[in-house]
């Protein structure tokens, strides 16, 4: 199967409210990075999270990772309508070949 | 500041025909670059991805190829596109502290 995968895969909330978003993987990891794509575009870097690491913050963001139980979490809080679009995790394996591996991605809506 | 460029945008091209998608990079030197296509609605999956000029690892065996001729160019290529080959392309490159950042992408579409 493949190597971690997002979930909810779809959340609707509204404008206000705080998003979460997880994010498992099955084998140790280097690092873990969050992206947000909005519809026909590229990804957006936001955050990376390393594997010593358990929180980062940027802005609204706030990543965490337990590396115990092979989870990350992204949440946005005080969300906007801007922030509708789809959320990819990707993990870089610890055996190091420069490879990032992408799940499938939660896609997010922020009703007005 | 570094910027990653890919061209074209958008691709119609009917089936059987070559394709040549070009992705560079500026302000950085020696990066490792990347080709991903995702299909519709889906996450990214790894094509191939280079740590130095001509030097290429291929992920999925298909008619596509990939080559750096130089430093910061990165070329997606194929001799015959088959319908399958539909997709939105995306390349990547990471920087000294593993992050990984992405071009606009070229959206192609095969008839």
């Known amino acids: 199967s493949q190597q971690g995968e997002e979930d909810p895969q779809a959340l609707s909330i509204q404008e206000g409210e705080n998003a979460t978003m997880n994010c498992s993987y099955k084998?140790?990891?280097?690092?873990l990075q969050w992206y947000r794509q909005n519809s026909g575009r590229g990804l957006v870097h936001l955050i990376l999270i390393r594997s010593n690491e358990r929180e980062k913050h940027s802005g609204r963001l706030r990543v965490t990772l337990d590396t115990s139980k092979k989870s990350s979490s992204l949440l946005i809080t005080a969300s906007r309508a801007a922030d509708t679009a789809s959320y990819f995790c990707a993990k870089e394996p610890l055996s190091g070949t420069y490879k990032y591996i992408f799940g499938t991605g939660t896609r997010l809506k922020v009703l007005a | 500041s570094q910027t990653i460029h890919q061209w074209p945008a958008t691709l119609v091209q009917p089936v059987g025909s070559p394709l040549s998608l070009e992705c560079t990079v500026e302000g950085t030197s020696n990066p490792n670059l990347y080709w991903y296509r995702q299909a519709a609605g889906r996450g990214l999956q790894l094509l191939f991805y280079s740590v130095g000029i001509g030097q290429i690892s291929s992920e999925v065996p298909q008619n596509l190829s990939a080559s750096r001729p130089q430093d910061r160019q990165f070329i997606l290529s194929s001799k015959k596109l088959l319908l399958s080959d539909s997709g939105f392309y995306l390349c990547?490159?990471?920087?000294?502290?593993?992050?990984?950042?992405f071009g606009p992408g070229t959206r192609l579409t095969v008839l």
């Open positions: 990547a490159w990471t920087s000294d502290h593993n992050e990984q950042f």
């Open positions: 084998t140790s990891i280097n690092n």
